[in-house]
């Protein structure tokens, strides 16, 4: 009898630690599970943080570019802001321009983007932070290459979805990259196409600007034999309409401005 009750009670406290064990083990898994989901979110956040900071310096860079272009030998340095859940890159032949199809340009983008895991955006999302439709009015989700009002932003800047370029995957990515701009004065036709070169750089510390030069190539046609002109701007991720060939033309002027970019 004494010897039942002997094991009653051992049975009774290897029972005890057992449920002690998957207390403080469910306990532990809790915890994890915890700590898992406070550090996505933590990191989900602090890539929506980075992504305005990335903005907020881009939308600088823009303003610059349209106030030094015509300004050949400026030279202007940036800092780049601290954003640690995206990395800020380029992207070569980013847009292909032509002109009356025999004059061909390229031009890069500076981008930033964010891991997928981090901060992820629909496919085919488009948010336009600065840009405009062709006649210069503001639209969020719709942006003009080519545009035909001269005070509409030149340089655009606009945020896209998950996409994959060049090989890397981004849940989002903001994307700084030229347009152009078509004025026609009674038959004189100017095209001022912006155009940034890329010097690719391992480096991430400061981005370094130069307005390199401008260039203008002239076609001359006349009242007996005028010009038909005829744009396209195609960029990575726009979809935008081209606009119609402009015919009687007496004279086209291209203005091509030149940036180089790189990273030090």
Same mark, same amino acid.
């Given at each position: 009898?004494?010897?039942? +009750?002997?094991?009653?009670?051992?049975? +009774?406290?290897?029972?005890?630690? /057992?449920?002690?064990?998957?207390?403080?083990?469910?306990?532990?898994?809790?915890?994890?599970?915890?700590?898992?989901?406070?550090?996505?979110?933590?990191? +989900?956040?602090?890539?929506?943080?980075?992504?305005?900071?990335?903005?907020?310096?881009?939308?600088?860079?823009?303003?610059?570019?349209?106030?030094?272009?015509?300004?050949?030998?400026?030279?202007?340095? #940036?800092?780049?802001?601290?954003? %640690? #859940?995206?990395?800020?890159?380029?992207?070569?032949? &980013?847009?292909?321009?032509?002109?009356?199809?025999?004059?061909?340009? &390229?031009?890069?983008?500076?981008?930033?983007?964010?891991?997928?895991?981090?901060?992820?955006?629909?496919?085919?999302?488009? %948010?336009?932070?600065?840009?405009?439709? $062709?006649?210069?009015?503001? =639209?969020i989700t719709s942006e003009s290459t080519v545009i035909q009002n001269a005070?509409?932003?030149?340089? $655009?800047?606009? %945020? &896209?979805?998950? $996409?994959?370029?060049?090989?890397?995957? &981004?849940?989002?990515?903001?994307?700084?990259?030229?347009?152009?701009?078509?004025?026609?004065?009674?038959? =004189?036709?100017?095209?001022?196409?912006?155009?940034? +070169?890329?010097?690719? $750089?391992g480096l991430r510390n400061e981005l370094v600007m130069n307005i390199t030069?401008?260039? /203008?190539?002239?076609?001359?046609?006349?009242?007996?034999?005028?010009?038909? /002109?005829?744009?396209?701007?195609?960029?990575?991720? /726009?979809?935008?309409?081209?606009? %119609?060939?402009?015919?009687?033309?007496?004279?086209?002027?291209?203005?091509?401005?030149?940036?180089t970019m790189t990273f030090r």
């Amino acid at each position: 009898m004494e010897r039942w +009750k002997n094991t009653n009670r051992s049975r +009774k406290g290897q029972n005890e630690v /057992v449920t002690t064990v998957i207390l403080i083990a469910v306990v532990l898994v809790l915890a994890a599970v915890f700590i898992i989901i406070s550090m996505i979110n933590f990191g +989900k956040a602090s890539a929506s943080t980075s992504l305005s900071l990335a903005e907020s310096f881009m939308t600088d860079v823009a303003d610059d570019i349209e106030a030094s272009m015509y300004n050949p030998g400026t030279v202007l340095v #940036y800092p780049l802001p601290n954003t %640690q #859940y995206g990395m800020f890159n380029f992207i070569n032949n &980013y847009c292909t321009i032509n002109v009356n199809g025999i004059i061909t340009y &390229y031009s890069g983008a500076l981008i930033y983007g964010t891991p997928p895991n981090y901060a992820s955006l629909p496919s085919g999302y488009i %948010q336009v932070i600065r840009g405009s439709t $062709s006649n210069g009015a503001y =639209n969020i989700t719709s942006e003009s290459t080519v545009i035909q009002n001269a005070a509409a932003p030149l340089i $655009s800047i606009v %945020q &896209y979805g998950t $996409s994959t370029i060049n090989g890397v995957s &981004y849940g989002t990515y903001i994307a700084l990259f030229p347009r152009v701009l078509v004025i026609n004065e009674s038959g =004189n036709v100017y095209v001022y196409v912006p155009i940034i +070169k890329v010097i690719p $750089s391992g480096l991430r510390n400061e981005l370094v600007m130069n307005i390199t030069g401008i260039a /203008v190539n002239t076609i001359t046609g006349s009242p007996t034999s005028p010009l038909t /002109v005829s744009i396209t701007d195609n960029c990575i991720g /726009v979809s935008s309409p081209q606009p %119609q060939p402009i015919s009687n033309v007496l004279s086209l002027r291209v203005i091509v401005i030149n940036v180089t970019m790189t990273f030090r």
